[in-house]
C-alpha cells in the first residue's frame, strides 16, 4: 500500500461545530505531517508527528487539536473554527529525518460557514 | 518567511516544447524536491536532488541544483497535455527531528494540445 488516505473529502461546517479529519497510511513511514492550502498558494506546514509525538507546531490556533492514536492514523479535531479557516487541508506521510520525498493524501476540502 | 520563491508564477506552451521553472530559497537545505498538483488536489513527488548534488534525472525531469545561489530548477522535455498542472518546489532544513518541507510559491503550467 503506497498511499496516504484521507477523509472526509468535503467537509462543510458550521462556527460553533466540532468536526475531524482523519489521516490514514500503511507503509510504515514514522513521521506525520498536516498542512494547510489556500487556493493558487503553496501549503503551509501545520503540525508534524515523528515516532507519534509532535514534533512541530507551527503557531496553529488551539482551535485545531492534531492527535496521533499509532503510527499509521493522524486525526486534525476542528472546534469553533471560523470562515477563513476554509481550505484544502492534506496529510502527508514520511520516513523520518526528511531524507526521502513525502506522500501526500488527497486533502480534504473544508469550508467554514 | 522563508517561504521559497519559484518564476514564472504562470507558464503557457505547446505541446513538445520545453518547459523550464526556477526556484530560490534563503537558508542552507538538507534536500530539495519537486511536486505536482492537479486541481488543487494532492500533490505528486516528482524528484528529490541532495545539497550534495548538482543535477538529476528522471525520465523527462531534469532537475539542477546550486547551493552557492540557493536556486534550482525543473526542466520537463517534450511537454504533454497531461503535464498541465501546478508545480512546487519544496525544500527541507533543519536539525534531525525538526524538519519539514518548506514550498515555494509554485508555478502553474498549461500544455496547449
Known amino acids: 500500500d503506497t498511499e496516504v488516505t484521507q477523509t472526509p473529502k468535503h467537509l462543510v461546517m458550521g462556527m460553533t461545530n466540532k468536526k475531524s479529519l482523519k489521516c490514514e497510511q500503511h507503509m510504515g513511514h514514522r513521521a506525520m505531517y498536516w498542512y494547510k492550502q489556500k487556493a493558487k498558494k503553496p501549503p503551509e506546514l501545520m503540525f508534524v508527528y515523528s515516532y507519534e509525538k509532535l514534533s512541530i507546531n507551527e503557531s496553529v490556533p488551539s482551535r485545531f487539536s492534531p492527535e496521533c492514536p499509532n503510527s499509521s492514523l493522524l486525526n486534525l479535531h476542528l472546534h469553533a473554527l471560523q470562515p477563513e479557516d476554509s481550505a484544502l487541508y492534506l496529510c502527508?506521510?514520511?520516513?523520518?529525518?526528511?531524507?526521502?520525498?513525502?506522500?501526500f493524501g488527497s486533502g480534504t476540502r473544508l469550508t467554514v460557514v | 518567511s522563508q517561504q521559497g520563491e519559484e518564476d514564472p508564477q504562470a507558464l503557457s506552451i505547446q505541446e513538445g516544447e520545453n518547459a523550464t521553472m526556477n526556484c530560490s530559497y534563503k537558508?542552507?537545505?538538507?534536500?530539495l524536491q519537486w511536486y505536482r498538483q492537479n486541481s488543487g488536489r494532492g500533490l505528486v513527488h516528482l524528484i528529490l536532488?541532495?545539497?550534495?548534488?548538482r543535477e538529476k534525472h528522471s525520465g523527462r525531469l531534469r532537475v539542477t541544483l546550486d547551493t552557492s545561489k540557493k536556486s534550482s530548477s525543473l526542466l520537463i522535455t517534450a511537454s504533454r497535455a497531461a503535464d498541465t498542472a501546478s508545480y512546487f518546489c519544496a525544500y527541507s532544513a533543519g536539525d534531525t527531528g525538526r524538519r519539514a518541507l518548506t514550498f515555494g510559491s509554485g508555478t502553474r503550467l498549461q500544455v496547449q494540445p
Open positions: 502527508a506521510s514520511s520516513q523520518p529525518q526528511g531524507s526521502g520525498g513525502y506522500t
Open positions: 536532488i541532495r545539497s550534495n548534488e
Open positions: 537558508t542552507s537545505i538538507n534536500n
